[in-house]
C-alpha cells in the first residue's frame, strides 16, 4: 500500500517492494497499481483456547502469536490448573532506553510519586525512532530566494518520535506520542538551534483521568528542558486540532474522546507554557506575529522553514498569487498600450479621468501601505502577504 502523494514521488515506470537491501527485491509495474480509498474495515480476528475450545477476540484478550506462538490459553483454563500465562518479553521496559527517555520518564513518575494517587501505574518513555533527515525549499522561494544565494536549499534536522506507557493491570498501554524536528548548531539560519513539535497525540487511558492533563504538561515541559539543556533556544508549536474522522500519530482513537476545539487546544498550551515559565525552563512565549514583529523580520528568507510546518505552503501559495497579479497587472498594461483614443475632445476627457484615477490609486496605495505601529517596514508584496497571514493566524503558532 501507498499513499497517493508517496506513490506519485516514486522516480521510473515500476516500484521495487522489500525492505531489506541485501535481499532480491520484488519489482511491479504501476500500472498494476489500482487506485483504492482507504475505508475498508477488517473483521475482529478471533483466537481460539487450544484446551476448551472457546472462541474470544484476538484484541480482547490481548493474544500475540509473535509473543506466545505456543498458542492461547484462556484465564479460565490457566486459573483450573493453577497456571500463570507466561512472560510478554516484548514489554515497553525492555525497549531500548534513551537519554531523552529516561529523562523524561523520571520527571513524570518524580511527579506522579509527589501527587501519591492509589490509581498511578508506573510511566516508561521510549524514544522508538530517531534519524537524520533534511528539508527541501520549496520551488516558489527556492526561485526568490535560494537560486540568489540569499537562503540555504535545505535545512538538515534529527526526527525522533517518542511515547509513553502505562503500566495498567499488569498491561503496557501506550498512552501517548510525539514527534519532533530538532535542527541543531549546524543548520543554517533561520533554522538554527530550533526545535519543531511536529505532531502530538494521545488516548484517553490514562489513570488516574485527573493527573492526565498533568502528564501530558509534564512530558512537554520536560522535552524542552532537555533541549534547553542541549544549546537549543527557540521551541515552536503549532497548535491544530485534527480535524473530524483524521488521526495524527495513533492510527484511531476511542469514539467517546473529544477532540478539542481550536481555543481550548489554545489554552492548553498556554497554560502548559506557563507552568514551563514559572519552573523558569521557558525565558517567555508569544504568538507567532508578535515574535516576527519584535524581531523586526523585513523578509520571507527570515523565518524558520519546517518540514510538513503550515508557513512552506502559505508562502507558496503567495508567491504564485503575486506572480498572477503580475500577469493580470502586465496583461492590462498591454491592453492600456494597444487602446488609442477617437477624438481629442475624448482625449481631453479621458486625460481628466486618469488624472482623478491616478490620484485615487495614489491614496488606496498610501492605505495598503499603512502598517501596524511597532511592525518593521516590509520592502516587498511577499512579506506583506506574509504578515497578514500571520496577524491571521497568530493564535494558533507559539514560539
Not at 342 to 353: E, M, P, Q, R, Y
Amino acid at each position: 500500500h501507498f499513499c497517493e502523494k508517496c506513490f506519485n514521488e516514486i522516480q521510473g515506470e515500476s516500484v521495487s517492494l522489500g525492505d531489506d537491501p541485501s535481499q532480491p527485491q520484488t519489482t511491479i509495474n504501476k500500472e498494476q497499481f489500482s487506485k483504492r480509498k482507504n475505508d475498508t474495515l477488517d473483521p475482529e480476528l478471533f483466537v481460539e483456547c487450544t484446551e476448551c475450545g472457546r472462541k474470544m477476540h484476538q484484541i480482547c484478550v490481548l493474544h500475540h502469536e509473535i509473543i506466545w506462538p505456543s498458542g492461547f490459553v484462556c484465564d479460565g483454563c490457566l486459573k483450573k490448573s493453577a497456571r500463570t500465562r507466561k512472560e510478554n518479553k516484548f514489554s515497553a521496559k525492555r525497549l531500548p532506553s534513551t537519554r531523552l527517555g529516561t529523562f523524561l520518564e523520571n520527571r513524570v513518575n518524580d511527579f506522579l510519586r509527589r501527587q501519591n494517587h492509589p490509581e498511578s501505574g508506573e510511566v516508561t518513555v521510549r524514544v522508538v525512532h530517531a534519524s537524520d533527515k533534511t528539508v527541501e525549499v520549496k520551488p516558489g522561494m527556492k526561485a526568490r530566494f535560494v537560486d540568489s544565494g540569499e537562503m540555504a536549499e535545505s535545512f538538515p534536522y534529527r526526527t525522533k518520535a517518542l511515547f509513553a506507557f502505562e503500566e495498567i493491570d499488569g498491561v503496557d498501554l501506550c498512552f501517548f506520542g510525539m514527534h519532533v524536528q530538532e535542527y541543531g548548531s549546524d543548520c543554517p539560519p533561520p533554522n538554527q538551534r530550533r526545535v519543531y513539535i511536529s505532531y502530538l497525540d494521545s488516548v484517553h487511558f490514562f489513570r488516574p483521568k485527573c493527573l492526565r492533563t498533568a502528564v501530558y504538561h509534564e512530558i512537554l515541559i520536560g522535552y524542552l528542558e532537555y533541549v534547553k539543556k542541549l544549546g537549543y533556544t527557540t521551541g515552536h508549536i503549532w497548535a491544530c486540532p485534527p480535524s473530524e474522522g483524521d488521526d495524527y500519530i495513533f492510527h484511531c482513537h476511542p469514539p467517546d474522546q473529544k477532540i478539542p476545539k481550536p481555543k481550548r487546544l489554545q489554552e492548553w498550551y498556554k497554560k502548559m507554557l506557563d507552568k514551563a515559565v514559572s519552573e523558569r525552563i521557558v525565558h517567555d512565549y508569544k504568538d507567532i506575529f508578535k515574535q516576527a514583529t519584535e524581531d523586526r523580520l523585513t523578509s520571507a528568507k527570515e523565518l524558520p522553514y519546517f518540514e510538513g510546518d503550515f508557513w512552506p505552503n502559505v508562502l507558496e501559495e503567495s508567491i504564485k498569487e503575486l506572480e498572477q497579479e503580475e500577469e493580470e497587472r502586465k496583461r492590462e498594461e498591454n491592453t492600456s498600450n494597444e487602446s488609442t483614443d477617437v477624438t481629442k475632445g475624448d482625449s481631453k476627457n479621458a486625460k481628466k479621468k486618469n488624472n482623478k484615477k491616478t490620484s485615487k490609486n495614489k491614496s488606496s496605495l498610501s492605505r495598503g501601505n499603512k502598517k501596524k505601529p511597532g511592525m518593521p517596514n516590509v520592502s516587498n508584496d511577499l512579506s506583506q502577504k506574509l504578515y497578514a497571514t500571520m496577524e491571521k493566524h497568530k493564535e494558533v503558532f507559539f514560539v
